[in-house]
């Protein structure tokens, strides 16, 4: 099945600098990549999510850019602000799959 | 719209006890999922429901059973609660499968002592 692993495990940025969190996945088949936000206490919710026919996708101060030679894909943050600070789960999943495979999770601080 | 409701919110059981997890949503959504999430191990899939009337497993299954009781209400039941299951439980819908925005619960914080 499909392996995701994320780096680094945590993140600490000077609020107002950019932040960027980084995935790799393994199966090739793979074609649906999205990014949730997790904040102390709650469920993850969505924040951003790609498909394997866009390069890259963009969202205020938040982008996600894929790498489909090299099985990869990253979070980019800009402008980080105290309530970016949160965990950062990466996912994929293929065309069919009834499930995400979740990365390990991303501790990200943002310091003000 | 409620979204994705789960009860109890916090829950402590003696081992060897057992307890049922409720989980709904209100988004007619044909896919849920419970998982489990422990520090440093991310978000563990239990088992999932792909559609009203299925059931399979997840990464980690042992000690745990389901029930898709309609297409709104998805259950895990501990039979016999052991200290390896003290997690915090996500339940989550999405409106078709993996490549659908899933939609996560507030959670149950389990303590089995």
């Known amino acids: 099945g499909e392996n995701v692993e994320q780096h680094p495990s945590t993140l600490s940025v000077q609020e107002g600098d950019s932040a960027v969190i980084k995935c790799t996945y393994s199966d090739s088949a793979s074609n649906y990549f999205p990014w949730y936000k997790q904040e102390l206490g709650k469920g993850p919710q969505l924040i951003i999510d790609i498909r394997s026919n866009v390069g890259e996708k963009k969202d205020q101060r938040i982008a996600v850019t894929l790498n489909k030679t090299a099985k990869h894909f990253s979070l980019h943050i800009t402008e980080t602000q105290p309530e970016d600070s949160a965990v950062y789960f990466c996912a994929a999943s293929s065309r069919g799959n009834n499930r995400l495979a979740f990365g390990k999770g991303n501790q990200v601080v943002v310091i003000p | 719209n409620a979204g994705v409701t789960q009860t109890p919110k916090f829950q402590v059981l003696k081992t060897g006890q057992s307890m049922t997890l409720q989980c709904a949503q209100d988004?007619?959504?044909?896919?849920m999922y419970w998982y489990r999430q422990d520090p440093g191990m991310g978000l563990r899939l239990i088992y999932y429901?792909?559609?009203?009337?299925?059931?399979d497993k997840g990464e980690v299954p042992n000690g745990y059973n389901v029930s898709r009781l309609n297409k709104r209400e998805f259950s895990l039941r501990l039979e016999s609660a052991a200290p390896s299951q003290t997690s915090v439980y996500f339940c989550a819908s999405s409106l078709a499968g993996g490549e659908y925005e899933q939609y996560f619960g507030p959670g149950t914080r389990l303590t089995v002592t």
């Open positions: 429901s792909a559609s009203e009337g299925t059931t």
């Open positions: 988004m007619n959504h044909n896919s």
